[in-house]
């Protein structure tokens, strides 16, 4: 979602959801005969907030969650309480330094430092420590400006091909859309599967490259007009 379907915002709080994209994916899914899933490293219910009234199939915390399209939710099981050594490690690194932003996921951590781009070489180091404390059973994830602590049981990856085993979404050609490294996994499973990865910006290469959120929303707005059943 950020960075793809949206802007990428000042802190993650201050997402907006416009109802012209929750029209275009309404859309988008009905051109597909209901084959649309948004993949986040968000939780579900924030998904299923910025999105309202909509319920998607999704993704949530890089797959450790995932909602089928008959409304069942699949959580991975991992205790919260293992990360509190990690959750406590953060909030000091955040404390000591300005500018940085911790995000409480419950099940996974993510630092984030967009407004103090300066520290990146020494958060980097900080979040390697924090990690390597916690191997193998949490891995670290670098994205823009963010450094994410998450288990390491489940990935966006397994959740594609989690969709891609179910109606409506079993039997089609797939395709990924991402902007980060959080998105490499993905691609890779759709291109396998003789699908089509799609990059927004420049963070990343895949199949086809669009420059930014709006030409996402161009691509799929076709996408959506080719696709359309014929009346």
């Not at 899933?37 to 450790?64: C, K, M, N, Y």
């Not at 924090?130 to 193998?136: K, R």
Request: proline residues 6%; glycine residues 8%.
């Amino acid at each position: 979602m950020d960075g793809t379907l949206l802007e990428i915002a000042a802190t993650p709080d201050a997402v907006l959801v416009e109802d012209s994209l929750k029209q275009l994916l309404l859309e988008v899914r009905h051109a597909l005969q209901g084959a649309l899933a948004l993949v986040s490293g968000r939780e579900i219910a924030t998904l299923d907030r910025l999105f309202a009234p909509q319920i998607w199939p999704a993704a949530g915390l890089h797959g450790l969650e995932r909602r089928d399209a008959t409304g069942i939710l699949h959580v991975q099981p991992f205790e919260g309480c293992r990360l509190d050594p990690a959750r406590a490690a953060l909030a000091r690194i955040v404390a000591r330094t300005p500018g940085t932003l911790l995000e409480d996921k419950g099940h996974s951590l993510a630092l984030h430092y967009r407004a103090a781009p300066e520290h990146e070489a020494s958060l980097r180091r900080a979040m390697q420590a924090v990690a390597a404390g916690l191997a193998p059973d949490c891995h670290l994830l670098a994205g823009k400006r963010v450094f994410e602590l998450k288990p390491a049981i489940a990935t966006k990856a397994d959740a594609v091909r989690e969709f891609m085993n179910e109606a409506p979404f079993a039997g089609r050609r797939p395709i990924y859309v991402g902007d980060d490294l959080t998105d490499l996994d993905g691609f890779g499973v759709v291109e396998h599967a003789g699908g089509l990865s799609v990059a927004v910006g420049d963070h990343v290469q895949a199949q086809v490259c669009v420059a930014s959120p709006r030409d996402l929303r161009a691509f799929l707005a076709d996408l959506a007009d080719r696709r359309s059943p014929t009346p």
